[in-house]
Each structure stands twice: as structure tokens, then as C-alpha cells.
């Protein structure tokens, strides 16, 4: 929305998405909050960990689990930067998170509004609340500025 502020979450996720292009992964970064309070924040980092599932959300979903002492995440928000992946959408629903914002749409590698649309799909068990486009100009032109600079 141009005009308005982003709100703290979604700034919070970016500065974690631009932290991971200065390390060479791909931008995006994830906050998770309860309430008011940030529960844990994190970038890409399946290169620097050499784990294929070290995508923002993953992280920091599992460092929110950590803090929590939970595997259920009920009653936290997710803040990402990028249309989450299926293993992803996954992960989240498995986390019972309760409302999923997130920045750009993602045609080819999005589950949330593209793909296999999973929090649609009968097997998923819980679907967050979605809320999609917020910040998506400031995440969608960080990742320009990425892969144009490896073109």
C-alpha cells in the first residue's frame, strides 16, 4: 500500500530478507510474533547451512518452537517477506499458526495463491488467516536487485 507505513513486523522481515542478500542467499527474511512481542526472526540460509530446508519460515519457526517451549505455535502471527513455498505452507500449518502475512506473491514457486494453493488442498489440517501484498514492493524489488546482480 503506498502511503502507508509498513507495520513493524514487516519491517522487521525485511531488515532480516536484506541481511540474508549481503550473505549471498536469496532475501527473505520471517518474523514471528505473539501479540506485540517478537518471538523469533530469520533469513534464508540453505547455502550458509547447507540444509535445503532452511528457508526464513522454517527457521524461524523452529527457533519460535524453541522459544516457546512448543511445537504448536497457536496464537502466533508469521511475517514473511515472500509467498511461502509448499514445504513451507506445510511447515505452518503443522506450527497451528494463526495468521500468515506475507510481502510479494511468488508464480512460480508460491503455495499460498499459486501452485498447489496447500491451506486449500483436503489434507491440510489448520489454514491461518491470510493476508497477502503487504510490504510486496519493498520485498518483491529487493529480490530484483538480487538476481539481477547474478544475471
Not at 531488515?15 to 526472526?41: F, H, Q, S
Not at 516457546?68 to 517477506?81: A, H, I, M, P, Q
Not at 505452507?89 to 506475507?102: G, Q, V
Not at 514457486?109 to 510490504?135: D, K, M, N
Request: net charge positive.
Amino acid at each position: 500500500m503506498p502511503g502507508f507505513p509498513l507495520p513493524p513486523p514487516m519491517r522487521a522481515a525485511l531488515d532480516a530478507a536484506r541481511l540474508a542478500a549481503d550473505r549471498g542467499e536469496v532475501p527473505v527474511g520471517a518474523v514471528i510474533m505473539r501479540g506485540n512481542a517478537i518471538v523469533a526472526t530469520a533469513a534464508n540460509a540453505p547455502r550458509e547451512r547447507r540444509d535445503p530446508t532452511a528457508h526464513a519460515e522454517i527457521v524461524a519457526i523452529r527457533a519460535a518452537a524453541r522459544a516457546l517451549g512448543s511445537d504448536r505455535l497457536e496464537g502466533c502471527d508469521l511475517w514473511v517477506t515472500l509467498e511461502p513455498c509448499a514445504m513451507c505452507a506445510a511447515a505452518i500449518s503443522h506450527a497451528r499458526i494463526a495468521r500468515l502475512y506475507y510481502g510479494a506473491s511468488d508464480e512460480k514457486g508460491g503455495a499460498v495463491e499459486h501452485g498447489p494453493r496447500w491451506f486449500t488442498q483436503p489434507t491440510c489440517h489448520h489454514r491461518p488467516e491470510l493476508y497477502s501484498g503487504i510490504g510486496a514492493m519493498a520485498a518483491g524489488e529487493l529480490l530484483r536487485r538480487f538476481f539481477a546482480a547474478r544475471r
